[in-house]
């Protein structure tokens, strides 16, 4: 190899030594331009693939917001019901706030399979932990099983939450990055529309709001996520935590409802759609049928 690729080998940490070839004055300028910053060795690449032809994966934007605050008697936290995959809507009305305990609900961003099933594994692990101790499963377990997963998976699994509940030590509410990195905090906003809903939170929030006034600016700060983020979209959804027990408020608010549709909808009789060819195979011809009872070869 090159005294650069040797250089760059040992910068890297994968020599002991730097090579022999190259004098003490030039190794010194060789660090000079590596010291601190980031690597873009990989930039340079992707750029040389690109000029053969070569098409560069595209990052797909992920689109929802999910708000949560607390108030005196507990949380409130809020989401949108759009769905998107790249520009194009899935699901206008899907369910973002995913259940955790009776005490403890989570919002989830990013992508809806990892939001949903990580949510679900957390749910029946924290379960589990409140039929062995016998008591109502804390917040900060809920949010320990969280972080230690996500941060085993180092961020390969794209959830992005928002955890809230009350227990024994009150309302709390925290965030949760895809990395597993936590943050404890009287208000979040998290998702494309994230920055929209938080400009209404940073204007209007205060300590000591009412149950009324919090889902009011729930509804706002998701309202402003929905008008202002093309992520986001459809209707709204609330659910209020408190010292009770959870209450959901489904489509709590739908403000694009769809002002036109064809009277009687949309029927097509059949054959419409031609159908090319046709082909059966009976089962017995693929597999081989053994009576029960009989000893079959390994």
Known sequence: PSAAAELACWLRGQRRHPPRTMSSKAIAEALKEERGGFSFELAKRNAA??????????????GTTIVGLCFKDGVVLGADTRSTMGSTVADKNCLKIHHIADNIQCCGAGTAAD?????????????????????????????????????????????????????????????????????????????????????????????????SEAIDLVHKGILSGIYNDLGSGSNVDICVITKDGHRMLRNYDTPNERKFRYPGGFKYEHGTTPTLSSSFTPVKQLVDVVPAGMEVDA
């Open 49 to 62: 693939l690109a000029s053969t032809g070569m098409k560069v994966p595209q990052a797909m934007k992920t």
């Open 115 to 211: 939001t949903e099933f990580t949510t679900a594994l957390i749910a029946s692990k924290v379960e589990l932990h409140r039929l062995a101790t016998g008591k109502q499963p804390r917040i900060v377990t809920a949010l320990t099983m969280l972080k230690r997963m996500l941060f085993r998976y180092q961020g390969y699994i794209g959830a992005a939450l928002i955890l809230g509940g009350v227990d024994c030590n009150g309302p709390a509410l925290y965030q949760v990055y895809p990395h597993g990195s936590t943050d404890y905090l009287p208000y979040v906003t998290m998702g494309s529309g994230s920055v929209n809903a938080m400009a209404m939170f940073e204007s209007e929030y205060k300590d000591g709001l009412s149950e």
